[in-house]
């Protein structure tokens, strides 16, 4: 089993619909998660941390950390065509990510 | 500004030579690492360093080799040895190896040998 799973992709959401990334993880002891948008042929950047169980607000953006499930995930509301990238999930204490989501946001 | 510079963006090998990729930061980071990417696929460790004169082996460091002289810079060098060489090469730092501290990442270096 992999530390850190994400589904592949590609996920095609509609534009203006919420867009719901998930990320799952192995080992209990992670607290805290980064997630990095990565667009095609660039290097990633973090978007969003989330260091407490429960939900964390940025703009369109929403964190979501469930310790007792072990699983992370990011919405996105309102998606726009420039949200089409790559989305990586990272536990914050570690220097592993997730193999990514690639999210597709249809006009 | 501070930032990670990778260096150069394209590079272009003949199988059987050894190349270097370029690292440098200046973002006062200790840690720096190596990724490496191939199409379609997640990234994976290659090395990384907490700190000046030291690395350690990441997943896949076989046919890659690294040096950490100064703080700054972090030179991979990819030797004949790697059998599949062709990928997408990322560097990056962080104030800490752990604890919460999110990476920065170079621009990258897309490296084909042929």
């Known amino acids: 089993q992999k530390e850190v799973e994400q589904n592949s992709g590609p996920l095609s959401v509609p534009e203006g619909a919420i867009a719901s990334l998930n990320c799952t993880y192995s080992d209990r002891g992670s607290q805290s998660f980064f997630w990095y948008r990565q667009y095609s042929g660039k290097s990633p950047e973090l978007i969003m941390s989330?260091?407490?169980?429960g939900d964390k607000e940025d703009g369109r953006f929403t964190a979501q950390l469930n310790k007792a499930s072990q699983y992370v995930s990011l919405l996105i509301r309102d998606s726009q065509p420039s949200d089409s990238a790559t989305y990586l999930c990272a536990p914050a204490s570690k220097i592993i990510f997730g193999s990514g989501t690639r999210l597709s946001i249809r006009p | 500004d501070g930032g990670i510079t990778q260096s150069p963006k394209y590079l272009f090998r003949k199988e059987g030579q050894n190349v270097t990729l370029s690292c440098e930061q200046n973002l006062n980071h200790d840690a720096m690492y190596w990724y490496r990417q191939d199409p379609g696929q997640g990234l994976r460790l290659i090395y990384y360093s907490q700190i000046v004169n030291d690395f350690q082996k990441g997943d896949i460091a076989e046919g890659y080799s690294v040096s950490r002289e100064k703080k700054e810079s972090f030179p991979l060098t990819v030797t004949s040895a790697q059998k599949n060489p062709t990928a997408f090469y990322l560097c990056?730092?962080?104030?800490?190896?752990?604890?919460?501290?999110?990476?920065?990442f170079g621009n990258g270096t897309r490296l084909t040998v042929t």
């Open positions: 990056a730092s962080s104030i800490a190896s752990t604890r919460n501290s999110p990476l920065h």
């Open positions: 989330i260091y407490s169980n």
